[in-house]
C-alpha cells in the first residue's frame, strides 16, 4: 500500500499515512492519460480564427481581361487565390473544437496520474492546509519548506484564505477535492492535499 508524508503548516513532517489502493496504487495507463490531456487541450481552443474566402474578399466583380486572344492565362476574377489581395483557399472559419470523453475513461486517467505522483513520492499530505489570514508570504514559506515548486493545493472545500494566499504564486493552482485536473496534476511537482480533502478523494473516486 504507498504511503505519504505528513506535514504541518510549517512543513514539519509529523507522520505518514497510508494511501488508497484503489486511487494512488495502480498501474498508470499512459494512453488513457495522453487522451485526457488531448481532450483539455482540445476543449481550451477558442477556435476562434477565420480568414476571407475568395467568395468573401471584396472586389473582383469583373472579369480583369478577356478570355482570348491575349497571350495571357485565362482569369475570372483579381480575387481569386493565386492574385495578391485574393481570398484564402480553404480558409479556416470559427468552429467548436471540443469533445466528450467517457466518465470511466476520465476516472482511470485521474487514477493514473495519482498513482504515478504517488509511486514518485509527490503526494504531500497535510496536517489542515489552512492560514489564519490571507498572506502570500506564509503560504510561500510552507510551499518553500516542503521544496513544492510547481504544486495543486487540494483543499475539502473552497478556502478563502487559502486561495487568495496561493493566486500569485507562479505554477500554483488551488482546487477542492471533488474537482481535480488531470492537466494540472502533471503540470504540478508536487500534489498537496489537505488531510481531509484525501477522504474525499478516496471516498468519491475509489
Not at 37 to 53: D, E, F, M, P, W
Not at 159 to 171: F, M
Request: hydrophobic share 40%.
Amino acid at each position: 500500500m504507498p504511503k505519504a508524508t505528513v506535514v504541518n503548516m510549517t512543513g514539519a513532517k509529523v507522520g505518514e499515512v497510508e494511501l488508497s489502493d484503489a486511487i494512488f496504487g495502480i498501474e498508470p495507463n499512459q494512453s488513457v492519460v495522453h487522451a485526457v490531456v488531448k481532450n483539455h487541450l482540445a476543449n481550451c481552443r477558442q477556435g476562434t480564427q477565420s480568414a476571407l474566402t475568395r467568395a468573401e474578399v471584396s472586389g473582383g466583380g469583373i472579369k480583369p481581361w478577356r478570355q482570348k486572344g491575349t497571350g495571357r492565362a485565362r482569369q475570372g476574377s483579381t480575387r481569386a487565390p493565386q492574385w495578391t489581395h485574393g481570398g484564402i483557399v480553404f480558409a479556416p472559419k470559427p468552429r467548436d473544437y471540443s469533445y466528450t470523453l467517457n466518465k470511466k475513461v476520465k476516472r482511470l486517467a485521474l487514477k493514473s496520474v495519482l498513482s504515478a505522483k504517488a509511486a514518485e513520492g509527490n503526494v504531500i499530505v497535510v496536517d489542515g492546509l489552512n492560514l489564519d489570514e490571507i498572506k502570500t508570504k506564509n503560504m510561500k514559506a510552507f510551499l518553500d519548506a516542503v521544496e513544492a515548486g510547481k504544486a495543486v493545493l487540494v483543499t475539502e472545500n473552497v478556502n478563502t484564505n487559502v486561495v487568495k494566499s496561493a493566486r500569485n504564486i507562479p505554477g500554483v493552482i488551488t482546487t477542492t477535492a471533488k474537482i481535480l485536473s488531470v492537466y494540472d496534476i502533471i503540470n504540478a511537482n508536487k500534489f498537496i492535499v489537505d488531510k481531509a480533502a484525501l477522504a474525499v478523494i478516496e471516498e468519491v473516486f475509489a
